[in-house]
């Protein structure tokens, strides 16, 4: 029997991706690569029709966001037909080899199924703090196990119902996140009260997920998450890589220092600039792949007003917006190093994705990165500026350093590997009884 696994598909929407949709997408290859089926549930808010072609077609259009009082009414039209009906029914999107997909891969790759139920992620917060209760979906091919990738108070009728908590940095740091706090704490409590099992990415938060909660121990599993890059980008010889750098963004490799991911409250971007800025790193510039994002206007104020300057020292920071996956691989690869001085994360995305790729890694020292990090990367308190400009002062200056980090990453990362996070999501699977 070949069994269905279906994720939500809250963050594969996004086409730029968050480290929430590289983990749904790691999930998807891995239950594919195992020989599963699979299928996602999206909430695209696109229109419908009976024709199905027509369906498919107006599913890969753009989103077009309700106007207000619009909305307003339908998620009240939805409230009293899921009083009335109990279950939503998502539709199925068929595909009927028409329409072009080749630049909409992150929407259906490694998907046998696809469903819909426009704004669905939304409106089952409105169900749940009007009701108190998760928004029950009946599927036509209903899967055996749904995985929830965020909190989402949603169930799938007939499935067993898996979902991952990925932190609790709502909680623990409540200041660097916009969170509904009171929601998203009922929402757990009833994952732990109702649903079948939680997943996490880390010891830590697992330990975080079993003191604050009370979730019994063997309620909670720590899989991590799979790190990985195609081969081809992997292993792109030195020379094409230093081409796209210097013709690209002209950066010369080996001789910059970055930062990628989101600038928010937990990136701890503004020391990590007062910490370049303090640092011995003569002609290294600094660069910061990154989009605008919220509630970090110090940060972003700082980045405006030093970047693209020459700065004392020889210094220079530079911004990049997010760019192409193949164009990331080569701009983490030439680095001197990768600088990730978070105050929080559930496992650290950008420091394995550096190991890996045989970047050297100064992080911080918060319990999920020590322990994605191990003994492979430069670990300092992240509130601690004077110690992370020595971190950056002693990767510009030590060679031999250098070369040891490159030598250790690799190895670290290993254990994050696509094949390891295959094995250990098999071995799950098989506890509940889905074996291929």
């Known amino acids: ?5 279906f994720v939500d598909g809250l963050n594969l929407a996004i086409k730029h991706g968050t480290g929430i949709a590289s983990y749904t997408r790691s999930l998807l290859e891995a239950a594919k690569n195992l020989g599963y089926q699979t299928g ?23 989103e077009t966001p309700n106007k207000k009082i619009k909305k307003i009414f339908s998620t009240i039209n939805r409230l009293l037909n899921q009083y ?4 939503a029914v998502p539709y ?15 929407l259906n790759n490694n998907l046998n199924y696809i469903y819909n139920y426009p704004n669905i992620f939304n409106f089952s917060k409105t169900y749940f703090k009007s009701s108190h209760k998760f928004l029950s979906i009946d599927l036509e091919d209903k899967p055996e196990i749904m995985h929830w990738t965020h909190l989402i108070p949603i169930r799938s009728v007939g499935s067993i119902n898996f979902y991952t908590i990925h932190d609790l940095v709502p909680f623990t740091h409540p200041y660097a996140d916009r969170s509904d706090k ?8 009833q994952i732990i009260e109702n649903g079948d099992h939680i997943l996490t ?10 003191r604050l909660f009370k979730a019994p121990e063997n309620q909670v599993t720590n899989l991590y998450q799979a790190v990985g890059f195609e081969d081809a980008l992997k292993n792109r010889p030195e020379h094409l890589v230093e081409r796209d750098l210097n013709g690209l963004f002209g950066l010369e490799y080996g001789h910059y220092f970055l930062f990628y991911g989101a600038i928010e409250p937990k990136k701890n971007v503004k020391r990590l600039i007062e910490a370049y800025m303090a640092a011995d790193c003569p002609g290294y510039p600094l660069v910061i792949v990154s989009g605008r994002s919220w509630s970090a206007e110090q940060d972003h104020a700082l980045i405006e007003q030093l970047k693209d300057r020459d700065l004392p020292g020889k210094k220079k920071i530079i911004q990049l917006d997010y760019m192409s996956r193949s164009q990331l691989v080569s701009v983490v690869k030439g680095a001197r190093a990768l600088v990730f001085p978070s105050i929080a994360e559930g496992f650290g995305l950008p420091v394995a994705e550096a190991m890996s790729l045989g970047t050297p890694v100064i992080s911080s020292t918060h319990p999920a990165i020590q322990e994605i990090a191990g ?20 990767i510009a200056e030590d060679a031999n350093l250098v070369k040891t ?22 071995d799950f699977y098989q506890e509940f009884g889905f074996s291929i």
């Open 405 to 426: 980090l490159r030598q250790r990453g690799p190895l670290q990362a290993e254990q994050f590997s696509m094949e390891n996070y295959k094995n250990r999501l098999k």
């Open 201 to 210: 990415v880390s010891e830590a938060s697992r330990q975080d997920i079993l």
């Open 1 to 5: 029997m070949t069994y269905k696994i």
């Open 92 to 106: 199925k999107i068929t595909d009927n080899d028409f329409v072009d997909k080749r630049n909409l891969s992150y």
């Open 40 to 62: 996602a549930v999206y909430g695209r808010n696109v229109d419908n029709s009976d024709n199905k072609i027509l369906q498919e077609i107006l599913f890969y259009c753009e």
């Open 84 to 87: 009335k009906n109990n279950n």
């Open 375 to 394: 003994e492979a990367a430069l670990l300092v308190d992240p509130y601690d500026v004077d110690a992370l400009a020595e971190a950056i002062s002693a």
């Open 182 to 189: 009171v929601m998203n704490w009922q929402i757990i409590r």
